[in-house]
């Protein structure tokens, strides 16, 4: 068996935190850049995370009483307009489309046809509260219409000067939720159901511990009245925003002129809501999860939950450990995991043992069951689990592994939680004086200048101009304003003047 | 109980095809034409459809060993034009991405911001060969990494100057399969086995009989060495292609430089394949299964299966109805069909029971279960199938109804296809004269223009002049080469050539 003398990934997290994301991205083969700038393929192996994300989210959206629909790519250059604070936060990165046709020009070379140059530019979506929009006033009428409860997934472009996989792409994929309702009540109600649905997903699925709270005016969504987030600590305790819901007051439904008549027979602009998560949902679960051995995926989104990984030897063994595996895999495919069957991969690839235990180790599938004669003999399987390390594998009989294979999953999950809610607190540090705060957000070790001192929770008198320089002089952003932080009103310190809670500083991706 | 007195549809499918169609999709709450031109909306209840599609096709293609993965919407210019006759075939309805940004023009108006013009013009994507083979080029080495099987679910947008809702949309959807193979055996038997896989989903859950046969060159997918297809005919007896698989030869690896070291140590040009089915399959089981009631959904990808219609005329009996239709929603929801449970509505809306009936009807769902306090008295519901018609309601004791609703739910599912099989035979015409191929072709109704004559089964000598002649004069394509006719060489009916076999002619969408 190989033995670990180093980590499978270089440089590890500690040495170089944005390359280490990079190589885990590539060691666990989850995507890449494309040669179209700013734009990533998504390879199989973190494609299937993405369909597993969806597939769990899609059911809780379902459940909460959305029904799924799908809106034009392309949005119209005057509807985009019609909302003042909406055009003016995503004008500049819009991909534009100009022209219907392809021509061979005069140099021989292709081009977009001058005769085929449309009157009205359209832009590819950013975001589509303009266009949906546009239909639900097509759609209401009367009150009876409301509310209108519907989800998309769809893919969306925001033009990406600096580019990271997953992260920041100019393309990604995402749902967006937009919904219509006749009172205010319903919609801010309706705008903190999905963002509890969303914390639920990311804690309970993603393993991902995440604070709850709204954002400051300076963040808000452009054109939302606010917006609430789930915002998470990564390993270089930095903040990574998993999801949004936004409360659109009726700016959009005036913009647009959703209108209906209320059971009181007065016609009345409708309240909407929007909210959203990403493919950044793939990066965050990188960040929080992976260690120096490479991606370590939460077992409850894992594309495959074990691999059965044959040792062979010598040539006369080979059949029997084949179909000693061959019975495991099948035995184990057939047990349920939740509402689906376990996941399992039989690799029966001609190299190496320890190579291929390597490989799933950095693709972070939760378990790897090795097999070689001596444990046909025994009958039993030597059981490496992601979360304790290559180190801590050990022998079980096909009986335990068989009986204690979902407890096992479920055991991997928890640890992940806890581990990332623990270092989520033991980095979140209130912190009571400008001084400090100042000594918190200056990189202590120059060799380092990635990985952060975490989150403080501060005081704030709720200036934007406040805001605005500590975002100048330190990088450092607000989070969140969150619910619930345990202690009441205070002293801003920055400006001495009084403060109604903590909020949640930390620099951000 | 509201007397049928004429169809819910108007007009009908002899009045007038054409609008009869849109005026499906608009009572039936499909999808509609959106403000961008070309786009369209899908609606709930099309989406839904299209989700059951999405997931029972995407099972199939993960069965014969494809995965996921996502590739960028946007193609730089220079990729296309890399193979000529994909370029050639593609140019003219592409929509081309000029300009990254937005800002405010002298006149006050948003315009593409000239500084943020791109050097290279990005194409969004018709089709994804050319990105996805730059890609392929990058991952193949060796022999060993082949084959790649990979499908993708995505948005393509071909420019289309008269749009037709679900048949030709300016943006689709589809999945598009994309694989590369290390023999020219290997590819082409990829080619059948998932032409084979469309053919078994469009009989086996859409209902729809489906010849299976091989491209005339003209229609060839550009760029392919040969397209495959399967075709149906819809209730006009015009054809619809419901889904392509094409042998690509060495044309795109070419292009692309997918090139692999074989086992022989010599470097070698890999041999690929592409195949698709879009949202226009929406299209074709409209046109295949509805009336003039409305919408028909085959059961197996019906959005729902039954709606529970609890009948009230007099509150003193509305409780009891109300928990009658309760208990038969839960007990019906836990029932199995298939892989998937039992999906019921039950509809509560305060509004004419009748009315309700033919929302439901219109919209096609496959079973509609009335209940009123005669059949709560005699524990009993009133039920009605959609193949058979609201005249054929008939009364069923509850135990009757659970223990055959699945049952029913197949034999509608077996009545479309039958029906649909019926009526594609007697619309086909082994025709063996150009003189009864002409008179065969011309509208025999000037009324009804819009009503064909359906499937011709001639001698075609293989020349494309012909072909394209036929075309000009009468409209008229040949949809494809079919495998099996039963019958073998003859003479071509329109210059008395050799003919090696019959090959199918007809309007088509």
Not at 80 to 108: I, S, Y
Not at 113 to 130: D, F, G, N, Q
Not at 349 to 357: L, N, P
Request: charged letters at 25%.
């Amino acid at each position: 068996m190989m033995k670990k003398t180093k980590n499978a990934i270089t440089p590890t997290r500690e040495e170089d935190y944005p390359e280490w994301y990079q190589q885990i991205i590539k060691a666990a083969d989850l995507a890449q850049s494309s040669p179209v700038r700013g734009c990533m393929v998504i390879k199989p192996w973190g494609y299937s995370l993405w369909e597993n994300i969806q597939k769990i989210l899609d059911g809780m959206i379902k459940e909460t009483g959305h029904k799924n629909a799908y809106f034009p790519l392309f949005i119209p250059l005057s509807y985009l307009q019609k909302e003042a604070e909406h055009v003016e936060g995503f004008a500049k990165e819009c991909a534009v489309v100009t022209h219907h046709r392809l021509e061979t020009g005069p140099d021989g070379k292709l081009r977009p046809a001058p005769a085929a140059r449309l009157e009205e530019p359209l832009v590819v979506r950013p975001t589509s509260e303009t266009i949906i929009g546009e239909m639900y006033a097509n759609w209401v009428h009367s009150y009876r219409d409301l509310p209108i409860l519907i989800n998309q997934w769809a893919n969306v472009v925001r033009w990406e000067m600096r580019p990271r996989i997953f992260l920041r792409t100019t393309e990604f994929l995402w749902q967006e939720g937009h919904t219509a309702h006749a009172s205010e009540d319903e919609a801010r109600e309706e705008t903190m159901r999905m963002l509890d649905v969303y914390a639920d997903f990311a804690e309970n699925y993603l393993a991902m511990p995440v604070i709850k709270g709204e954002k400051s005016e300076s963040e808000r969504f452009p054109g939302a009245e606010a917006t609430y987030c789930i915002e998470a600590m990564m390993q270089d305790r930095k903040a990574l925003q998993a999801g949004t819901s936004h409360f659109l007051g009726q700016n959009f439904s005036k913009a647009a002129q959703i209108k209906y008549l209320s059971d009181q027979g007065r016609e009345e602009y409708a309240w909407t809501t929007s909210w959203g998560v990403t493919t950044r949902l793939i990066g965050g679960v990188i960040m929080i999860h992976s260690d120096d051995d490479g991606m370590v995926m939460p077992p409850r989104v894992a594309p495959s939950h074990m691999a059965i990984l044959p040792i062979i030897h010598k040539a006369e063994t080979r059949a029997q450990v084949l179909e000693y595996c061959e019975k495991l895999s099948k035995r184990l495919s057939e047990m349920s995991y939740g509402d689906n069957k376990l996941r399992v991969e039989f690799d029966t690839r001609d190299i190496h043992g320890g190579e291929k235990a390597w490989e799933w180790t950095k693709k972070g599938i939760p378990m790897v069951l090795e097999v070689g004669p001596r444990d046909v003999a025994s009958n039993s399987v030597f059981v490496g689990r992601r979360d304790l390390g290559r180190q801590n594998r050990k022998s079980m009989s096909l009986d335990e592994l068989i009986s204690t294979a979902v407890d096992q999953l479920e055991e991997i999950q928890k640890n992940l939680f806890d581990r990332a809610l623990v270092f989520q607190q033991v980095n979140t540090f209130r912190i009571d004086s400008k001084e400090d705060f100042e000594a918190f957000f200056t990189p202590r070790n120059q060799d380092k200048p990635e990985i952060h001192g975490g989150f403080a929770m501060s005081h704030w008198c709720g200036s934007a101009d406040v805001e605005e320089e500590i975002s100048n002089k330190y990088g450092v952003s607000i989070r969140c304003i969150p619910f619930d932080t345990g202690d009441g009103e205070g002293t801003c310190i920055f400006t001495g003047k009084p403060s109604k809670q903590r909020v949640v500083f930390a620099k951000a991706y």
